[in-house]
């Protein structure tokens, strides 16, 4: 089974401008998280949609908003990109809403100039 | 944002050693998990613990969630070149469904 997909890979953005990333779960998962990673740190935690809705919200600026859609693959928009926006966006995808095992995708590369 | 205290910082030991390494919290968390990531790829699951004082393995792996559930510990035996990576902990409070993590362990292996 195909796990966690993310697309881009990379991408390079200017400051100001707004981004989207994407995410596919893992087939039968229902609940997707989103996470950013700064280098050299762990993942700090946005969000957390099921079944469409938000779930949780970590402690980010309202630049920060994202979306699940029917089939359970979700978006994660950043708004006015400040240099520190730069880092590592995790999607995590899990079966349930109180399944704790979260599966990660390989990340976006977000750079910021 | 909130991070997890994991000793050491980095580890450099040679193959075929024991490891082990921890993670504290001053918060008591309901749900501990251990994931290893290698450069520009995403963590990798490695266990789950779901109750104070369970001890779980993972072939080479053993973790364990603390009694007083504000740590976790997790060692490695006989350690090999793929063990090479960061190791995060990583734990769920009650009520939410957010993880917060570690600061990780660098592990490195010396030829």
């Known amino acids: 089974d195909a796990g966690v997909t993310q697309s881009p890979t990379h991408l390079i953005k200017t400051r100001g401008q707004h981004v989207t990333l994407r995410c596919s779960p893992i087939s039968g998962h229902k609940s997707v998280s989103w996470y950013q990673q700064v280098l050299g740190q762990g993942p700090q935690f946005i969000f957390q949609y099921y079944e469409k809705e938000e779930r949780g919200r970590g402690n980010f600026p309202d630049r920060f908003s994202a979306r699940q859609f029917p089939n359970y693959s979700s978006e994660l928009n950043v708004n006015a990109l400040l240099l520190g926006d730069s880092a590592l966006y995790l999607c995590?995808?899990?079966?349930?809403?109180?399944?704790?095992?979260?599966?990660f995708g390989p990340g976006t590369r977000l750079t910021v100039t | 944002g909130q991070q997890l205290n994991q000793s050491p910082q980095s580890m450099f030991i040679q193959e075929g050693e024991d490891v082990s390494m921890n993670c504290t919290s001053s918060?008591?968390?309901?749900?501990w998990l251990w994931y290893k990531q290698d450069p520009g790829e995403g963590p990798v699951l490695l266990i789950a613990?779901?109750?104070?004082?369970e001890l779980t393995s993972n072939g080479r792996l053993t973790a364990q969630f603390g009694i007083t559930r504000k740590d976790s510990f997790l060692n490695i035996s006989a350690s090999i070149p793929s063990d090479v990576g960061i190791y995060f902990c990583a734990g769920r409070g009650f009520g939410n469904e957010k993880l917060t993590f570690g600061t990780g362990t660098r592990l490195t292996i010396i030829p």
């Open positions: 918060s008591i968390f309901n749900t």
């Open positions: 995590a995808s899990s079966m349930g809403r109180r399944s704790y095992e979260q599966y």
């Open positions: 613990l779901y109750k104070a004082g």
